[in-house]
């Protein structure tokens, strides 16, 4: 299995820096960490490390060429729960982000719900959840199945860090063939759901990790969060049952995986080697 890493490496820096810090560290996988539909500010002055889904996608893999990087995926973090709004990322975004990847050979477009934020989401019942998540989600996996793209749910909000809530958008939509789990180790363990019962259940449908640990700081904020962002430490340094999660996945068909960790080189490589100690 590959093992990538976020372009989130310097702060306030272009993709193209982020590149440069991969590739020195030694790294030759890397998501399409952040995107962005239409322009960005920062990102044209060079702050920030987003792609634009409106950008020509064969420029950006050529940037992820000059490096000797193989970009693995798309991250297409969504607020499926919120009302359709076009000031809000959600399935227009996914839709272009499902044409981006087929452009340029990347299998995986990567989203979530994220917790609720309006009045409005967070009055939603359960199965009303569930509905407007499938219901924005319905069109673009019919899309990429055409296209020969997986949309990938991760576990970062009330649904997707519950493996019922998981089953239960798959099964309203039909169990269609391009929808898959990008498996959180840190968000599904903080979301209250144990990351080694989540990889047993959606072994199969699992086609990308991100992986994080956390430290015990965490434990009186599990149940109470959906998705912390990055971890600050390394893999095995923390309370999550990575090994666990390793020994069910190791013999998946799972070609990619990236690492959620911001910190030092040295974090970045410990963890690498703890993959690889864990059979990775």
């Not at 493996?163 to 990008?182: A, E, M, R, T, Y």
């Not at 990236?258 to 993959?275: F, H, N, P, R, W």
């Amino acid at each position: 299995m590959n093992v990538g890493v976020f372009l989130l490496i310097e702060p306030f820096a272009s993709v193209e820096v982020q590149l440069q810090k991969a590739k020195e560290m030694g790294f030759k996988h890397a998501d399409i960490t952040d995107t962005n539909s239409g322009g960005s500010m920062m990102g044209t002055a060079g702050f920030s490390p987003t792609v634009s889904l409106d950008d020509n996608p064969f420029d950006v893999k050529r940037l992820f060429e000059k490096y000797g990087i193989e970009p693995l995926t798309v991250c297409a973090h969504s607020a499926l729960l919120e009302p359709s709004n076009p000031g809000v990322y959600s399935t227009a975004e996914i839709m272009k982000a499902i044409h981006f990847a087929s452009a340029i050979g990347i299998r995986d477009v990567v989203t979530t719900e994220t917790d609720p934020r309006s009045e409005w989401a967070k009055n939603l019942t359960y199965d009303q959840q569930i509905f407007i998540v499938a219901e924005k989600l319905y069109t673009p996996c019919r899309m990429a199945d055409d296209l020969g793209v997986n949309i990938l749910l991760e576990p970062h909000g009330p649904i997707t860090d519950s493996i019922q809530g998981l089953k239960d958008v798959f099964d309203l939509l039909g169990n269609p063939k391009s929808l898959g789990v990008n498996l959180d180790t840190g968000n599904s363990w903080l979301g209250g759901t144990d990351p080694v019962e989540m990889a047993k259940v959606f072994k199969d449908k699992i086609h990308h990790i991100h992986w994080k640990d956390l430290g015990e700081e965490w434990v009186e904020k599990r149940g109470t969060e959906f998705g912390c962002g990055f971890s600050t430490i390394a893999l095995g340094d923390g309370v999550i049952d990575i090994k666990g999660v390793c020994d069910i996945l190791k013999d998946a068909d799972i070609p990619s995986s990236t690492l959620e960790i911001i910190g030092s080189e040295d974090i970045l490589k410990k963890s690498v080697q703890y993959l690889r100690s864990c059979g990775i």
